[in-house]
């Protein structure tokens, strides 16, 4: 049975063999283990704030927010503490749980910390999780974050290693794999996954899964992104990935970290509704809100929550555990309860 098994020795092989399973062998495997570890009908809700954006100095072929590309995307300063606020209210009050905030740095400065670490004091005291995606963290940096409370940190691995060349230029992998060393050591939680579509190959999308499965510890948090091509990165003219790779993909890293978020991140505005719904199917429990829905009044229109009603689907509640039992023990009460009233009657009677 898959659903107990939480490992970090997959091989390439073992990976690649899950993803060639025929798709519906794979829809039910990956099922079962989501339901082993999560009620099916909760998705997780983040939202998604730019605190700095554009005018970074790495070369990350998809990205927009690269100085080296000219995508005609306005630079903006580090946020004032108050505006992140603003925002944070405003994703609160649209149902969002867990409030990101990224910024276009190759890494932090000394003088950006004090603003970071007070943006996660305040938007902490609102009562929602925090994240942050700064780029590379040192120890002492990684230290701070914790410090001021910062839940989760977001640092990609994006593609696998023998791919990753062919993206990226400006950091090593290694790199990468530090700062989440760091990320763990100083305390929270670690938010990595990796984008497909951008011209890479079966074996690399079960490279990056092994990678991200492999580490010593499976990050709570595993965004799947589909490219997004924006004009004037060099990924503008990628040829787009079959649907099922990518749906097959979200399985596959339902199966291989049981007990993770698998969210859908970049790339599900361009989904059909059809689609979305299937990667739920897969194991996909959580999105990052749609920006409409910020500015909507009445959350009915909103097409995240129009797809969610028509699902069945509830926002996953944001609540404080003292530690992994406690989730553990909150997950199989709702799976319980779930198969008793829903799922299962007595055929005898
Ligand atoms: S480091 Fe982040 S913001 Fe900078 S180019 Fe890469 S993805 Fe974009």
């Not at 994240?131 to 989760?152: F, I, K, V």
């Not at 059809?274 to 959580?286: D, I, R, V």
Request: with cysteine; hydrophobic share 40%; glycine share 6%.
């Amino acid at each position: 049975m898959f659903a107990a098994i939480i490992r970090h020795d997959w091989t390439r092989q073992q990976v690649l063999d899950l993803f060639a399973m025929p798709f519906s062998d794979l829809m039910f495997t990956a099922q079962q283990v989501h339901r082993a570890h999560f009620d099916a009908n909760r998705v997780q809700v983040s939202t998604l704030c730019s605190i700095k954006t554009g005018a970074c100095p790495e070369d990350c072929a998809y990205c927009p927010q690269s100085a080296r590309y000219d995508t005609g995307l306005e630079r903006e300063k580090l946020m004032k503490v108050e505006k992140v606020l603003q925002e944070a209210k405003a994703a609160k009050a649209g149902g969002a749980t867990r409030f990101c905030m990224g910024a276009a740095w190759r890494s932090p400065k000394k003088k950006d910390m004090p603003y970071v670490t007070q943006m996660v004091r305040e938007v902490k005291a609102l009562g929602m999780e925090t994240c942050m995606t700064l780029g590379m963290l040192n120890d002492d940096q990684a230290q701070e974050l914790s410090d001021a409370g910062l839940d989760y940190y977001n640092h990609n691995l994006d593609t696998s290693p023998e791919y990753y060349g062919e993206i990226i230029t400006t950091r090593t992998y290694q790199d990468r794999l530090e700062t989440l060393g760091r990320v763990r050591a100083a305390g929270m939680k670690v938010c990595a996954g990796g984008i497909v579509g951008m011209g890479e190959g079966d074996k690399d999308r079960a490279g990056l899964l092994m990678q991200l499965a492999n580490l010593p510890e499976h990050p709570e948090s595993v965004p799947i992104n589909m490219l997004v091509k924006v004009a004037g990165t060099p990924l503008e003219e990628q040829k787009d990935l079959d649907p099922f790779e990518f749906i097959r993909c979200i399985a596959v890293a339902r199966i291989m970290m049981p007990k993770s978020h698998v969210r859908l991140s970049a790339g599900r505005e361009q989904m059909s509704d059809e689609m979305q719904a299937m990667t739920f199917l897969a194991g996909a429990n959580s999105i990052f809100y749609g920006e409409k829905l910020l500015t909507t009044a009445n959350p009915e229109e909103n097409s995240d929550m129009q797809l969610f009603n028509r699902l069945g689907i509830q926002p996953e509640e944001y609540q404080q555990y003292a530690d992994d039992s406690e989730v553990e023990a909150e997950l199989n009460a709702q799976i319980t309860e779930q198969k008793s009233d829903a799922f299962f009657y007595d055929a005898a009677k």
